[in-house]
């Protein structure tokens, strides 16, 4: 079994169907469009595994992304080596983007940085 892929509700899907391409090198089918339920969509592929699925609809309210709370966490997202670690890291410091916990060796033997993405989801990013 694996998981085929995770899905983000978003309110700008061409920026970040953009942001996942130019950082982490998904590639997108075609934009879907449902008009009867006002839905759009793009799935991103990645070199090996899980796909990613951006959703939008003008209806769906915005994320309050509180510090924590219950439902999905995170997700991960592994780049090989502790020098891809910090160079996407820094990477997206230099482009702006938040930086919400910077490279380290965890405590349970990951070494990860935490990125936000332009909606404010977060991404580890690990080896």
């Known amino acids: 079994m694996k998981i085929e892929h995770l899905a983000i509700w978003v309110k700008n899907l061409e920026a970040m169907r953009s942001f996942y391409e130019n950082y982490f090198d998904g590639r997108a089918g075609e934009r879907y469009f449902n008009p009867k339920k006002?839905?759009?969509?793009y799935f991103l592929s990645f070199e090996n595994g899980c796909r990613l699925e951006l959703m939008h609809r003008p209806e769906i309210p915005e994320n309050q992304h509180v510090t924590e709370a219950t439902g999905l966490a995170h997700f991960?997202?592994?780049?090989?080596?502790?020098?891809?670690?910090?160079?996407?890291?820094?990477?997206?410091r230099l482009d702006g983007h938040r930086i919400a916990g910077e490279p380290r060796w965890t405590g349970d033997g990951?070494?990860?940085?935490?990125?936000?993405?332009?909606?404010?989801n977060r991404i580890e990013i690990t080896i």
Do not use: H
């Open 38 to 41: 006002n839905f759009q969509s």
């Open 76 to 92: 991960a997202v592994s780049v090989g080596s502790e020098a891809s670690v910090n160079g996407l890291t820094e990477r997206l």
């Open 110 to 120: 990951y070494y990860e940085s935490v990125v936000l993405d332009p909606e404010g």
